[in-house]
């Protein structure tokens, strides 16, 4: 049989070639993971823009004593909140409205629910001095309160003035004999096949370095997309135009979504690395072992 000098060459070419193939399947999962996180983050985003109008309808409807539509609006605010912090609040403007309407036990109890879950709330509007007296009363027992309930850490076990003596036996039990030293004639013999199997030094290989720095790269730029992302949202926050608000928030939806786009691409790229790496050095064993 006739051996033709092309068929060797495919065949040492052809576990790189599965191994892009494989590098390329890989990338798709990556891509479709990030779309759905990205999908995820602008929901969440979008929730929170419609907790934090209502809140500032609920501010407004309670400027123009409006306390019945404040308090119904307070009630949606708190269906949209997501975090101690934003129920923290609703809670707070809840308990001042239901104070100015008389119902002073559920202002106590809503005051009381937001120092439980954000202890360090403020009053976020001016109130006569007795709904601020109330809620330094509710303040107070609060501390009182997680002061009486925080562990108390044991005391420091008493030192041993005087030494513990082992008894004999297991003084004895623990000296045992060192074993003996190896005759130099029985590692003069092994020293030549120890060297024999010695690895003769790490193969850098380029497709899993190039895949690994693709994937730091994308790692690094989604890092600051993201923080990036968080900022306009954080801006969306703080200012009161409606525009202004829903640029910031489309702005960091797109940021959003390229951030876990290349997370998903970093991650893929990672995994690609691993397996081109290994897979390298298996066609490596078999051309040797030919």
Known sequence: MVAFPFMESFTLKKAPLQVWVLSYTLLLPGLALGQTVAAK??????????????????????????????????????????????????AMYEAIVLADLGRRSQSLRAFREALSLQPDSQLPVRVSPKVARDFEDVRKKRQSERVASAPVEPPPAPSQDRPVLEPEGTASAVAAPSPAAPTPSLLTSAEPELLAHAPTGLRIRPLPVALLGAGVLAGGIGSYLGLRSRSDIQSARDTFSVDEQMGHLDAAREKALGANILFGVAATAAAGAVITYFLGNEATAQREAR
């Open 41 to 90: 983050a602008a929901q969440s985003s979008a929730r929170d823009s419609s907790f934090r109008a209502r809140l500032k309808a609920a501010a407004q409807l309670y400027e123009e004593l409006e306390y019945e539509q404040a308090l119904k609006t307070l009630t949606q605010a708190k269906a949209l909140a997501t975090t101690d912090d934003e129920r923290a609040d609703a």
